[in-house]
């Protein structure tokens, strides 16, 4: 599986868990929420910043989402 596809489903995965909206995480972790729908679709790779927003607006750690990226 490549990098952005496995990122995408455990970003996916996780914001279902918190039973959030993609807006909702873009607003909690200050990013559009298109920008959150391409992470998700597996369109892009987020920057290390945006990693370390997305899984605090999570509550989880950046390496929850990196799970199986290889």
Known sequence: MDLARCFAENLARYRKRADISQEELG????????????????????RIDTLVKLADALSVSPSDLLDRVE
Request: charged share 35%.
């Open 27 to 46: 607003l909690r972790a200050g990013v559009h929420r298109t920008q959150v729908g391409r992470l998700e679709r597996g369109e892009r790779l987020p």
